[in-house]
């Protein structure tokens, strides 16, 4: 499984998207390297120490700040669609209970017309685990490459050479260094590791427990789906657990920034827009009430359940004085 | 013929998607048909070269920038069809074809 003499990731099949992947790394290990000589520059310790760590953390932020305008932007395409959601409604009445494909199909046809017409298309798109995909799995191969050309046994790569790739994996946090793996290290080291992959596994956990639970119209919480979404929901944190173990300790590092960094987008994309009909959603609405009454107190507006008080008050007063009977329309006079 | 057997080979590579992989994430397509439904009639109506060209331009449409909507295989093919000036181009239908046996 773990051979220093041979760097498996340069072999097979995935060695070669690796190397189609070549420039990515590149420039990641220069951005590494740069920050690194930042760090360096105001202070930190130069050769090998906890510059490195930051650093490995920083390249993370990177790419994420890389992804946001496209996140930030699906984003706004789904509030567009919240707005447009009563047309939405008439599509799918219209269709209420035709379950044959031609009708299905039609269906379908329309509500992509009126999200092509409106210029809001809920989906994300593959396009972004497209972008995302390579840009992480080359964060995983540099971070993993570093003992190998430390060691000598992978040539070196961008701006990481020996020298720098040694000091690289010497580096120390917590006890640990960066090259290390669980298997190979002394008891503190695996203590160390043990509670930053319990973490690991936690954040991932959390982020997709909570989205399943909060963030999911209600009416979709059934079915074989959403038992498909609880089983995931539980098996990817295991699978950590076995791939924690096999990588060194740099990657844990980019890993826990990483799910650090998507828990918050979705904690935010939670609380900012969720989805219509779930329980975020209801939590939000109850939070805008308040902020509303709050805003009305302090302008000295009436409440909002004060108003509708006061209508009620003014309709109850109406029906005394007209009675229960409709007031017929009474006849316009026809003009000439 | 060895292009058919290319074809069906990639038919049944896309069929195998739709069934095994597909159903794990949430439908997430910006286009209808999907993208696994359109390489599949396009596969099937230019063979494996020309269609998966199409399937192949059709996935890298797919970004957040693209407003996304009805987009279907061309009936004749051109790798244009999306430019009104094509003669290939077609407007977006918004009932099925009859003739089209399509789940």
Known sequence: ?????????????????????????WLQTWIMKLFHDLLVLIGF???????????????????????????WHSMKSMRKTQAIQPELMKIQRKYKGKNDPASREAMSRETMKLYQDNGANPMGSCGIAIVQGPAFMSVWYTLSAVSYIASGVREPLGAFTK???????????????LSQRFAESDLNGKIVMGIFIALMCLSLFFLQFNNMRKNLPKASMQGSMYTMQKAMAFGFPVMYIFSGVLFPFAVLVYWITNNVCN???????????????????????????????????????PSLEEEALEKAKEEAAQRAESGFQRQQPSRRKKRK | MAGSVIAGAMGSAIRWYQKWISPLSPPRCRYYPSCSAYALTAIQRFGAFR???????????????????????????????RFSWSKAHEEPRVTPLAWESKE
């Open chain 1, 163 to 177: 020298e720098v790739a040694e000091d690289f994996a010497n580096s120390m946090a917590f006890g640990v260094t």
């Open chain 1, 1 to 25: 499984m773990y051979d220093s003499q041979h760097f498996t990731l340069d072999s097979g099949f995935f060695g070669f998207i690796y190397t189609i992947l070549r420039p990515v790394e």
């Open chain 1, 45 to 71: 310790q130069d050769g090998p120490g906890i510059a490195w760590v930051l650093s490995i953390v920083f390249l993370v932020l990177v790419v994420h700040a890389i992804i946001l305008p496209v996140w």
């Open chain 2, 51 to 81: 269609g998966g060209l199409l399937a192949v331009m059709r996935i890298l449409r797919c970004m957040p920038w693209n407003a996304g909507g009805i987009d279907d295989v061309p009936q004749r093919f051109s790798p244009f069809y």
């Open chain 1, 263 to 301: 828990l918050i987008r979705s904690q935010y994309q939670m609380y900012a827009i969720p989805t219509p009909g779930s329980p975020a959603a209801e939590e939000k609405e109850i939070r805008d009430h308040k902020r509303e009454n709050a805003r009305r107190a302090k302008a000295g507006e």
